[in-house]
Antibody, heavy 126, light 106 residues
Framework: QVQLQESGPRLVRPSETLSLTCAVSGYSISSGYYWGWIRQPPGKGPEWIGSIYHSGSTYCNPSLKSRVTISADTSKNQVSLKLSSVTAADTAVYYC???????????????????WGQGTLVTVSS | SYELTQPPSVSVSPGQTASITCSGDKLGDKYACWYQQKPGQSPVLVIYQDTERPSGIPERFSGSKSGNTATLTISGTPAMDEADYYCQAWDSSTVVFGGGTKLTVL
């Protein structure tokens, strides 16, 4: 059974870069699937950030694309997220999740997130 | 940008049937999935590809779609299903979530 665990600084200063890692266990990311990042501001609904295949193929939310870098490290079996120039609006619980319904080159009309990490709250504040 | 619209809240009596809707432009040509989220917990997938139920999800959860509206139905709703529910779809290479519906069982 796949398990995902997010980790990284819980407090980030405004204008700096948020960096998170998602360690995947129980499944080798080299075997397939896209792996996604989703965030959820306190009291609000989820917002997709982006998803990556182990080859480096990525999809990204257009509203965040200019600030987002997502990468995959097959040797460590983990995926990472960097979000630059953060503001208080980026305060949220950040989740990683396995993104089903995608091939190595594309996501199909039917896709979903079937396994989620526990999430980590990142606060942007000086 | 694409939007999915859900009612902010739905109430149901224990043991009755709850229905939560999700509407979007041309949703009939896309696929919807549904997540349940209880306070302090991560979302859990309860329906994918409009009508499919993941293993381990109780049979009381079902999904349907008519026109541009997807519906999550919970039959015989127990108190433990009180939670927030979110629909999700894919549009223009982007994952889109609905605003969420708080289901109250009382």
């Amino acid at each position: 059974q796949v398990q995902l665990q997010e980790s990284g600084p819980r407090l980030v200063r405004p204008s700096e870069t948020l960096s998170l890692t998602c360690a995947v266990s129980g499944y080798s990311i080299s075997s397939g699937y896209y792996w996604g990042w989703i965030r959820q501001p306190p009291g609000k609904g989820p917002e997709w950030i982006g998803s990556i295949y182990h080859s480096g193929s990525t999809y990204c939310n257009p509203s965040l694309k200019s600030r987002v870098t997502i990468s995959a490290d097959t040797s460590k079996n983990q995926v990472s997220l960097k979000l630059s120039s953060v503001t208080a609006a980026d305060t949220a619980v950040y989740y990683c999740a396995r993104h089903q319904g995608c091939s190595s080159t594309a996501c199909y009309a039917y896709n979903w997130f079937d396994s989620w990490g526990q999430g980590t709250l990142v606060t942007v504040s000086s | 940008s694409y939007e999915l619209t859900q009612p902010p809240s739905v109430s149901v009596s224990p043991g009755q049937t709850a229905s939560i809707t999700c509407s979007g432009d041309k949703l009939g040509d896309k696929y919807a999935c549904w997540y349940q989220q209880k306070p302090g917990q991560s979302p859990v997938l309860v329906i994918y590809q409009d009508t499919e139920r993941p293993s381990g999800i109780p049979e009381r959860f079902s999904g349907s779609k008519s026109g541009n509206t997807a519906t999550l139905t919970i039959s015989g709703t127990p108190a433990m299903d009180e939670a927030d529910y979110y629909c999700q779809a894919w549009d223009s290479s982007t994952v889109v979530f609905g605003g969420g519906t708080k289901l109250t069982v009382l």
